[in-house]
Structure formats: structure tokens, C-alpha cells
């Protein structure tokens, strides 16, 4: 389960043509679109909660998952660009195969595709992470206020 790469097989960077490239790079992209989008409901849920949070503990937990969803935010928008990029050095090299070194182009591919992956993985961790101090957050919250009506 540690290995999340997009590509069907081990040659597959070397052997594929532009065109497969392409629609990869775009199937990225929108990838990173949703995460985007995920992450932006994650930082609602976790905005919703912190208003009725009262024990300090709770605070703390929340703000440095506040701050691990901001790095993911960053890393998402710097991906993002870079597939952007490696969109527009792919169009070099269709229109014009001698606009673009090839091989460093499908080394500059490997690496995107690496550190997506690495990403996902980053992503998957932290977005368990605010699930779960979430509810740990409400349920421990929903006691004390429990306890304050009583």
C-alpha cells in the first residue's frame, strides 16, 4: 500500500508518447484540484468546531493540525504549478520535438509523479488526522458543556 504511483508499469516514462504523457499530467491535475477543494472543507470543519472549543489542550491540537493543513495548502498550489509547467514544456516538445530536451522532460515527469505521490500520502495522514481530533475534540467538548449544565 506504500506505492501510489499512477504508472502502469516500471518502463512506463520511458515507452509512453506524448499524448499518454499528457492525459496523465491532466488526470494530475485534477487530482490536485480536488484535493484542493478537500482541504478547503477541511479547514471549514475544522473553523466550525474551534469556535465552541473552551479547554486549552483542544486549542493546541487543533492549531497544529491548522498548521499541517497549511503546509499541505502550499504543497498543493506548489504541485499544481509544476504540472502547469510540465503542461507547457509537453506542448514544446509535441509542436516542436527539438524545443525541449526529451529526456530531461520524462526525468522532470518521474519526479512530478514522485512527489504526487508523496503528497497523497502526506494528505491521506492528515486528513485522518482531522477526523480524528475532530471527534475527539466534540466528544470531549460535549462532556464538558454536559458537565457545565448540570
Known sequence: MTNFRSRPKANYINEADWQELYVLTEHWKSDLSFYSDDL?????????YFIWISKKENIDMV???????????????FLLDRANKHLHHLTELIDNPF????????????????????????????RK????????VVDTEKFVQKIMNE
Request: aromatic content about 12%; overall charge negative.
Open 40 to 48: 478547503k472543507f477541511l479547514h471549514h470543519l475544522i473553523d466550525k
Open 63 to 77: 492549531r497544529e493540525i491548522e498548521v499541517g493543513l497549511n503546509n499541505m495548502d502550499n504543497q498543493c498550489g
Open 99 to 126: 524545443a525541449y530536451d526529451s529526456h530531461k522532460f520524462r526525468a522532470e515527469h518521474e519526479q512530478l509523479e514522485d512527489d504526487l505521490t508523496s503528497f497523497v500520502k502526506d494528505f491521506r495522514k492528515n
Open 129 to 136: 488526522e482531522v477526523f480524528t481530533i475532530t471527534k475527539y
